[in-house]
């Protein structure tokens, strides 16, 4: 079956999480993934939190499917050549290298347009051209620290607090992937390439949107209304941590179900939707709130919220988190149980549905992964295995015309 992105031709010069999650995505859709690594070591996570001894890592192999692996020492000059070819091959080369190693490699972007005007080059950086920390390498928590999203996140007696959500890396690449098929639809119309820069800052600000949203509430307000910290607290200059408050105009906590003493994950989310007011005073047994005046509105129930809280958590104390959402969602009132990562690698839907797949690998046997999660009717993507490094080097190679003969002498190249 023909996939969308057949015949699009992407140069992968990626590593660690940020760049390959896009290159990964693009992949998944039918892009022919070349990933260019270093000869002898390759991308640094496929030796990162290794499991088994000298097989390619989790890490590596869950950010890496359906991609080839071409050896190659871009900084030796045979090497230069071979992708300086790749270069006027390609549609797109995609690179999160620290700030200005592509040019100090000699492939600046004047460099790559005299090979290839129509060639899009994509990268990732921890901050945008020309901000004040636009020399500063960056990894996953200093993005979430930069961008807004630690000093928005976790309670407000505790420090800043980054999240297991990996904002900074995996966001950024969707956000490259967007910014790629972009400049391809626009390549379509003007016949020319791009650059295509997207800044792990820029991302993680991009999904704390609404919090600066509070900001500007709070500097014209004094005050935050779904915040914790209202009515009983004290509101500082900035937006402050609000715990597990909803971050819209429906409040909502983690409450206790049966069983949290023993499991960390004996929780569910419950979301205090205005319009479901009703039917949750009927779920918990309390139609005298309905109408109460101290009840009745979000206004009017905002002072006792926690009190409100408690009264749920009481009723969640002989139930499991699954038969409290089982209960509560036959009242319509959005809510969730808290999964843990055993609970979802485990989930009959998610593996029905493509969320969840396990991959064939030729050093580990098979692997879980997360999919695509777009879904389409028209592509169901398939998740195939990451390369081991240099798989592919002589394919590659050879589909660029060497003759095996030179690609026997290009192995110099590819030593380490
Ligand atoms: N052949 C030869 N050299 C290669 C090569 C290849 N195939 N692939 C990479 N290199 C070289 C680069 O040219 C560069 O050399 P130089 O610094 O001498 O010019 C070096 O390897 C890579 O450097 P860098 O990317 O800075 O690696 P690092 O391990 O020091 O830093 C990061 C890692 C992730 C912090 C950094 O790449 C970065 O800040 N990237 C941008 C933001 C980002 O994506 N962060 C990670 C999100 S998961």
Known sequence: MSKPLDGIKIIDFTHVQAGPACTQMLAWFGADVIKVERPGAGDVTRNQLRDI??????????????????????????????????????DVMVENFGPGALDRMGFTWERIKELNPKMIVASVKGFSEGHHYGDLKVYENVAQCAGGAASTTGFWDGPPTVSAAALGDSNTGMHLAIGILTAL????????GQKVAVSMQDSVLNLCRVKLRDQQRLERMGFLEEYPQYPHGTFGEAVPRGGNAGGGGQPGWVLKCKGWETDPNAYIYFTVQDHAWEPICRALGKPEWIEHPDYATP????????????????????????????VLRTFDIPCSPVLSMKELANDPSLRASGTIVEVPHKQRGSYLTVGSPIKFSDLKPEIKSSPLLGEHTDEVLADLGYTPQQIATLHEVRAV
Request: glycine letters at 2%.
């Open 53 to 90: 001894p000298n097989v390619d890592a989790l890490y590596f192999t869950m950010l890496n499917s359906n991609k080839r692996s071409l050896t190659l020492d871009t900084k030796k000059p045979e090497g230069k050549e071979v992708l300086e070819k790749l270069i006027r091959e390609s």
């Open 185 to 192: 639809i626009s390549r379509d119309k003007t016949g020319k």
């Open 299 to 326: 206004k009017a129930r905002q002072p006792h919220i926690f009190e409100i809280f408690k009264t749920i958590e009481a009723w969640l104390a002989d139930k499991t988190k699954f038969e409290a959402v089982d």
